[in-house]
């Protein structure tokens, strides 16, 4: 109660949605509860695991009430694939790899490269080794909520605007 009675004091500020970190560490359920209790418009959850079963159960838990890191995509399709020069694995289920591909989640995926926790830990499995602007590309080109990482839009700027503005322009 005391977290639903918060996230309607943020709403009150002005605060539209919210990111919910380490969500693997507790149920969607939850989640699903305070987005309804606070109105929320819009939140993500930080599901740190790469199995698209697991994303997408998230997803179900918290009532279809909140979109979730596309954690498939960013190890199948970018780690494992795209830095290894291995474009099959961005086609995935036909319509692009992780919840992208699937019409039923599409919408619930948020789509990305790296963030704090991948790019800037120790293990060099969870960062993205390849070229960001093509990465960046694919994010800005198919379904899904993209999120470009703080370093990526500094590095490659110009470019991401202008995939912005196609992607946009596109109604996508």
């Known amino acids: 109660d005391m977290i639903k009675a918060y996230l309607k004091w943020l709403k009150d500020l002005g605060y539209k949605g919210w990111r919910y970190d380490v969500a ?7 989640v699903g509860e305070y987005n309804s209790a606070a109105n929320a418009s819009f939140s993500v959850g930080e599901y740190m695991d790469g199995d698209y079963n697991k994303l997408t159960g998230w997803v179900e838990t918290t009532g279809k009430k909140s979109t979730v890191f596309d954690f498939c995509l960013k190890y199948s399709g970018f780690n494992n694939g795209l830095a290894a020069g291995n474009y ?4 995935g289920y036909g319509g692009g790899c992780g919840m992208i591909g699937d019409s039923k989640y599409k ?6 490269i790296d963030n704090h926790d991948t790019f800037e830990r120790d293990d060099p499995k969870q960062q993205f080794k390849g070229d960001w602007e093509q990465a ?13 990482y703080w370093p990526h839009w500094n590095k490659c700027k110009t470019a991401i605007k202008s995939m912005a503005a196609a992607r946009k322009a596109c109604g996508i």
């Open 24 to 30: 693997k560490g507790f149920s969607g359920s939850y």
């Open 88 to 91: 099959q694995a961005l086609a």
């Open 107 to 112: 919408q619930y995926a948020v789509t990305f």
């Open 136 to 148: 960046n590309a694919y994010i800005l080109a198919m379904p899904g909520i993209p999120c470009v």
